[in-house]
């Protein structure tokens, strides 16, 4: 189940903000807007890739994934990790010994502004990014753990990405060598 945050500003970028005046001289209608590839994708894409992706790393269950902003993601790091500032990306997995461990496999929380951050600096779409974002969080709610798994996590996910068609995942993004500059 994907869930929109109401506080989250689905394409900061849209044209309905900043709107250009009309002249006599142009269209009496405007133009249809094009898709912005860092606008956010519909509830609907993003659900069916969850299926997918699911089923990819083998979790049968619910999955919550909530869509949202900076300010959401760094309050709840701070409360559970005791980190406080915003991350891309949260994973709050359900205790299999809980009576609704069989049905909920546990929640993911994904930051839309930090997403749309990380998307226009490796040339992705939003869509692609918060996809790659899924992945990532379903891989730790299936108990893998990149900071202690010597690479067990980083191999399923390279694996993963190129079953779902995705490219270059955070676990190599952050092993790449930086550029100088």
Do not use: C
Not at 28 to 47: D, G
Not at 98 to 114: E, N, Y
């Amino acid at each position: 189940m994907i869930l929109l945050d109401p506080d989250l500003d689905p394409d900061p970028a849209s044209p309905s903000k900043a709107m250009k005046p009309v002249s006599a001289h142009t269209r009496s209608s405007p133009a249809p807007a094009k898709s912005s590839p860092l606008r956010t994708p519909s509830v609907r894409t993003l659900a069916r890739f969850l299926t997918q992706a699911q089923a990819a790393v083998k979790l049968r269950g619910q999955v919550t994934v909530l869509l949202t902003t900076d300010a959401r993601l760094r309050s709840l790091n701070r409360r559970f990790r005791g980190k406080n500032k915003a991350t891309d990306v949260l994973s709050f997995p359900t205790d299999p010994a809980s009576p609704v461990g069989a049905r909920i496999v546990g929640d993911l929380a994904i930051s839309v502004p930090t997403a749309r951050r990380q998307a226009a600096a490796q040339g992705n779409s939003l869509s692609t990014e918060i996809r790659i974002l899924i992945l990532h969080g379903l891989l730790h709610l299936a108990g893998y753990d990149h900071e202690a798994d010597s690479g067990r996590m980083a191999r399923r996910e390279r694996l993963l990405r190129a079953r779902l068609r995705l490219p270059l995942g955070l676990i190599e993004r952050a092993a790449a060598p930086k550029a100088r500059t």
